[in-house]
């Protein structure tokens, strides 16, 4: 959908081909500047007008199943929704003094700043100064009269403006797309929070999976140290052979090679949240590294309609300002096709004695209207318009990627916490069945109803089955957190 260039409206065009046929100088600055009080009441400008482009979006997700609802999603303090105050408060303290979400907030000061200097130029301009000089004059010129003074002293002081008249609006243009690109930036600094609030939520959650994973592996460790002693007094009785003695021994040297792995990733996500806190990476060690639950999901995920993404995902958002900051500037771009029209100025004081410099002689003024037009560019003028025309296209179909992605990123997200969902609870079951399985085996074993390799594949299978539970519980409150900064939830503010 790309938008097309109008550059003037009929009457504007009738103005402009009079004034082209009007030659004489006295006749066309009136009439010029009247014409451009008259662009300037009424607000005429040449370029495209912007409007919002319409995108198509689906009625409801393909992906919603039992754990999703179409309501609308409350997903404005979504984090709050795990009940855990620890990551409350991380939340809290990265907001407050994260670098990348100050460094966004910089940039929306710049383009609030930025916005000023361009507004600035629809505004006359005004200098003043003053000025000294001593000269003399080469004696050797025929032309200059033998009592003419050799050197002189000059003093000047004054001040000058001018007034360039938007007459085709490209100024008017040029503070739009600058207000554009102040809300594109408003809307970058709300997706840097978002990505924020996730990675503070996600680094959590993996810490808190890795000590639960490692509180599973010091269980295991301890059974299957019981496990050894039993085989090695078993085997020193002659009621078994040393192979089960060997077996057990492999089996615990195998789980206590899983120790160093979780460890090192519980201290790297501590680690990257205190960088996400603004502090040293160590800083946040002693409070974390305490053993806490895994923030549990909410029975109840409400994800809205597909069409609330389009006001909700500050992507979405940016580049659709985006668009609008590329339209104006083609207006930018095609007032430069046509005349420039000012009025400039200037009143002062000149004169060689300092004495008389504040008398009524000294004075000098200049007022008068000044018009330029260039003729030729070698057609850069022309091309210029033709670059921001292409940038425009780009910038949409950009805003259309992004409309489609945030869609993705949704019905993807949805699927994953449902699917893992649905895995958590047949895992859980695992976990029942092979708790029983090891406690048949062990029974059958003292007993000698059966061999110790029974035993060695039901503790496998048990711990395998507790570390992929807990895997898929921090991965179920992963997705959710995926989920939620899919949603775009996060950058609103606590309705009152």
């Given amino acids: 959908m790309k938008q097309q260039t109008s550059i003037l409206t009929p009457g504007a065009n009738f103005i402009c081909d009079r004034l082209i046929i009007i030659s004489h100088l006295k006749i066309v600055f009136p009439i010029l500047l009247s014409c451009g009080l008259m662009f300037y009441i009424v607000g005429c400008a040449v370029g495209p007008n912007y409007s919002t482009p319409k995108v198509s979006v689906p009625e409801s997700w393909s992906e919603l199943q039992q754990k999703g609802e179409a309501k609308p999603a409350s997903i404005v303090q979504w984090w709050k929704a795990f009940n855990d105050p620890v990551l409350d408060s991380l939340i809290t303290r990265a907001v407050k003094s994260n670098l990348d979400l100050r460094v966004a907030e910089a940039r929306v000061r710049e383009a609030r700043f930025q916005s000023g200097v361009v507004a600035a130029d629809l505004w006359p301009s005004a200098n003043t100064s003053a000025s000294y000089s001593r000269s003399r004059r080469s004696m050797g010129i025929s032309t200059i009269p033998p009592n003419a003074k050799v050197k002189r002293d000059l003093y000047e002081a004054g001040f000058d403006a001018s007034w360039e008249i938007d007459l085709f609006g490209g100024k008017r243009r040029a503070i ?18 978002i990505t924020l609030l996730a990675e503070v939520a996600r680094n959590y959650i993996e810490v808190r999976g890795s000590q639960r994973r490692l509180e599973i592996v010091r269980k295991n460790i301890k059974v299957q140290q019981e496990t050894v002693e039993i085989t090695r007094a078993r085997y020193k009785a002659g009621l078994s052979s040393e192979l089960d003695a060997v077996q057990a021994e492999a089996l615990l040297a195998t789980t206590q090679s899983q120790i160093p792995l979780l460890e090192n990733s519980m201290k790297q996500a501590i680690h990257r949240i205190g960088m996400l806190l603004g502090q040293e990476p160590g800083n946040l060690s002693g409070e974390l590294s305490k053993e806490a639950s895994i923030p549990h999901a909410p029975p109840v995920v409400p994800v809205g309609l597909p069409s609330d993404l389009l006001r909700r995902r500050p992507d979405v958002r940016r580049a659709e300002r985006e668009l609008a900051a590329a339209t104006a500037r083609i207006g930018v771009a095609t007032a430069n096709l046509f005349p420039k029209f000012s009025l400039t100025g200037d009143f002062g004081l000149q004169t060689e004695n ?23 560019e070698a057609g850069r ?15 949409l179909l950009s805003y259309e990627k992004a409309v489609l992605a945030s869609l993705e990123d949704v019905e993807n997200a949805i699927v994953a916490y449902t699917t893992e969902y649905v895995r958590h609870q047949n895992l859980s079951e695992a976990v029942n069945a092979n708790q029983r399985a090891v406690d048949l085996a062990s029974e059958l074993f003292t007993r000698g109803l059966a061999n110790f390799l029974n035993v060695l594949d039901a503790e496998r299978s048990l711990y395998r089955s507790e570390d992929e539970l807990v895997q898929s519980e921090r991965t179920v409150s992963l997705n959710l957190v995926i989920l939620y900064k899919a949603l775009g939830g996060g950058w609103e503010k606590e309705p009152s």
């Fill in 176 to 193: 739009e797309a600058a207000r554009a690109d102040i809300d594109a930036a408003v809307e970058n600094q709300r997706d840097v929070l």
């Fill in 354 to 376: 300092l004495n008389a410099f504040s008398l009524a002689q000294s004075r000098f003024w200049s007022i008068g209207p000044t018009v330029r037009w260039p003729i030729f």
């Fill in 381 to 395: 003028i022309r091309a210029n318009i033709k670059v921001q025309n292409a940038r425009q296209e780009q910038s």
